[in-house]
Structure formats: structure tokens, C-alpha cells
């Protein structure tokens, strides 16, 4: 199962982040492949094919983060990632204690199923092989959109007459 630890938002929130991506990239790109707005998330650490027990995963991630307090992250201006195929869009995360701290005691405690060597860089992508008239971290920025981060979920991977869909499988409360 291929499976990644995220922040998964509610149906409004991902409705919100899907228009505002929308109307930016209508304005800016001659082509796109929008993020279908139920599968809108941001991913915190990518665990790839896994064959283990759900709730092994589950007691790892409450051992890490069961302490941990909600808190609220910002969603503030855009990015992108190359790629010859068309750039990836996403919406920037502003810099966040709270936000870095979880992620680094879940990517050191899962580093035996993927060891990431890239520094964490907190952003939910938006689009894909998007050809655009301007780069995405020059495009006119919106208002920021405040999201208060009650819970960590385990999430995993479907393709479903060939398009993904992210399914939460658990989640770790925060306190």
C-alpha cells in the first residue's frame, strides 16, 4: 500500500485552496492538471509501498506525536517545482515551530521506511504539468488563510479508473 503521513484538510478548507489555485492558474497557465480538491493535503513524510500493519504505523506516529498541542498553520503565496513535463504549483506554508518540529520527530521516526535527505520545505500541491506565462512565486499573491491543525493522519495511495484518490486510514489526535 503506498501510504505518506499528512495534514489532511476538511471539505471546505479543500474547497477554498482548490478556487483560489483555480483562478490563479486560469489566470497564469495555458495548460494545467489541477489537484482534484478532495485529494488536497500537505504531505509531511512520504512512507512509499508498505506492507506493514496500519496500527503499527498508527502507535509509531502516537509514540512520536501524542503529546503534541494543535496548532495553526499559514497558507501564504505560491511555488513551484520544475519538471520537463510542466511545473508542479503549490501554495506556501509560512515558517511554523509547531508545523517543523512534529515533522522532524516523524520523519526521524520513520526513518527506516523512507530516510528523506531532503530538508522538509512545507507546501500543498495544487497542480501538475502546468505550462505557464510566469513563474508561480512571481504571481500576485492572496489573502492568507489561517487552518488550525487538530490532527496528523496516516493516508494512503488509490488509483481508481486510473486517477488517485488519498484516502485517511488514521489519524493521531493532538491535544
Given at each position: 500500500?503506498?501510504?505518506?503521513?499528512?495534514?489532511?484538510?476538511?471539505?471546505?478548507?479543500?474547497?477554498?485552496?482548490?478556487?483560489?489555485?483555480?483562478?490563479?492558474?486560469?489566470?497564469?497557465?495555458?495548460?494545467?492538471?489541477?489537484?482534484?480538491?478532495?485529494?488536497?493535503?500537505?504531505?509531511?513524510?512520504?512512507?512509499?509501498?508498505?506492507?506493514?500493519?496500519?496500527?503499527?504505523?498508527?502507535?509509531?506516529?502516537?509514540?512520536?506525536?501524542?503529546?503534541?498541542?494543535?496548532?495553526?498553520?499559514?497558507?501564504?503565496?505560491?511555488?513551484?517545482?520544475?519538471?520537463?513535463?510542466?511545473?508542479?504549483?503549490?501554495?506556501g506554508i509560512k515558517e511554523n515551530n509547531e508545523l517543523f518540529s512534529i515533522a522532524n520527530k516523524i520523519r526521524k521516526e520513520f526513518h527506516d521506511i523512507n530516510y528523506e535527505i531532503r530538508p522538509f520545505l512545507p507546501h500543498i500541491t495544487v497542480s501538475r504539468y502546468a505550462k505557464c506565462i510566469k513563474n508561480a512565486d512571481d504571481w500576485v499573491n492572496y489573502d492568507d488563510v489561517v487552518i488550525d491543525v487538530g490532527k496528523i493522519s496516516l493516508m494512503r495511495t488509490d488509483f481508481i479508473n486510473n486517477k488517485v484518490r488519498y484516502t485517511e486510514i488514521c489519524s493521531c489526535k493532538l491535544k
Open positions: 500500500m503506498r501510504s505518506f503521513i499528512a495534514i489532511d484538510f476538511d471539505i471546505e478548507t479543500k474547497k477554498l485552496l482548490y478556487q483560489k489555485a483555480k483562478q490563479k492558474l486560469d489566470s497564469y497557465c495555458t495548460s494545467y492538471k489541477i489537484i482534484d480538491a478532495t485529494n488536497i493535503h500537505m504531505t509531511i513524510h512520504f512512507l512509499g509501498e508498505i506492507d506493514g500493519d496500519d496500527m503499527l504505523i498508527k502507535s509509531r506516529l502516537v509514540k512520536q506525536i501524542g503529546s503534541a498541542k494543535k496548532f495553526s498553520i499559514i497558507i501564504s503565496g505560491w511555488g513551484y517545482f520544475p519538471s520537463k513535463s510542466g511545473s508542479i504549483i503549490w501554495l
